[in-house]
């Protein structure tokens, strides 16, 4: 019968590690440091890698949520800086979106951080499609800040009581651009509190069908039908057992 940790092994560990990851820098500083080869260079990553993902998978909450959005955001650092194109798909971040959508420093990367990767990717296109590059850019920070942050926006916690109409309401006095996508925002903040709601209960239903949802003006109905959709996939999904590759 296996033994239960003590405060020794505790102590024994935590003094192992640092000793560990110092010969393991020294290793690979030796590999790189020799004349280089294809062979070396792919043994370095893929070593860098695994130690990487073996840490990785002993973070939890706002800590592994910060060390994704780290890496997304370094390794986009890297390839501005390298010359190359960045492999960066218009749904990237909207994929950060979701995994870190309310935390505060997925807010603060998205508004001082990505503003200047995006600037710095205009240099990566012809003079004459740079404006538009720029233009776009900002469009996507601002739907990700608005989806994502609509409730500091409105003024809203976990204690609203307001209607959803009145909330619709409020969000109608925006210009077109961003009303859409606050509305988004708002079905999403409107389906988290519902599933907040019926926590260990029966799946919330008759969110926008309700009679007193029935003075929703028609053109919410699309975005807000997005917005819950994916507060219930987010709140599935966060369910589900991660698979090995």
């Known amino acids: ?30 590999n790189l440091v020799a004349p280089p080869s294809t062979a070396r260079l792919a043994g370095a990553t893929v070593a860098f890698d695994t130690v990487s993902n073996v840490t990785a998978q002993q973070l ?21 800086m390298m010359l190359k194109t960045p492999e960066f798909d218009q749904s990237t ?8 959508q309310e ?10 951080g990505m503003p200047p990767v995006g600037w710095l990717d205009s240099f990566l296109v012809s003079r004459r499609d740079a404006p ?17 942050n609509v409730h500091s926006e409105l003024g809203l916690d976990a204690n609203t009581t307001d209607s959803l109409p009145a909330l619709v309401d409020k969000v109608a006095a925006m210009p077109t ?11 999403h ?30 053109w919410s109905m699309t975005m807000l039908h997005a917005g819950i959709g994916m507060a219930f996939a987010k709140a599935i999904l966060a369910t589900l057992e991660p698979t090995s590759p």
């Open 103 to 112: 935390g505060p420093v997925f807010q603060a990367v998205v508004k001082y």
């Open 132 to 148: 538009a590059v720029t233009q776009e850019f900002s469009n996507k920070l601002q739907i990700i800040m608005l989806v994502t």
């Open 1 to 30: 019968m296996t033994e239960a940790p003590t405060m020794r092994d505790l102590v024994k560990s935590s003094l192992t590690l640092p000793w560990a990851i110092s010969m393991f820098g020294a290793q690979q500083f030796t």
């Open 93 to 100: 971040l909207m994929r950060m979106a979701a995994e870190m």
């Open 177 to 187: 651009f961003p009303r859409v996508w606050a509305t988004e925002g708002l079905g």
């Open 189 to 218: 903040w409107y389906g988290d509190r519902a599933m907040e709601r019926a926590a260990g209960g029966p799946d919330p239903k008759q969110l926008i069908t309700d009679p007193a949802c029935a003075s929703l003006p028609p």
């Open 60 to 80: 939890d909450g706002w800590l592994k949520q910060t060390y994704k959005i780290g890496t997304s955001v370094q390794r986009l650092l890297v390839d501005l």
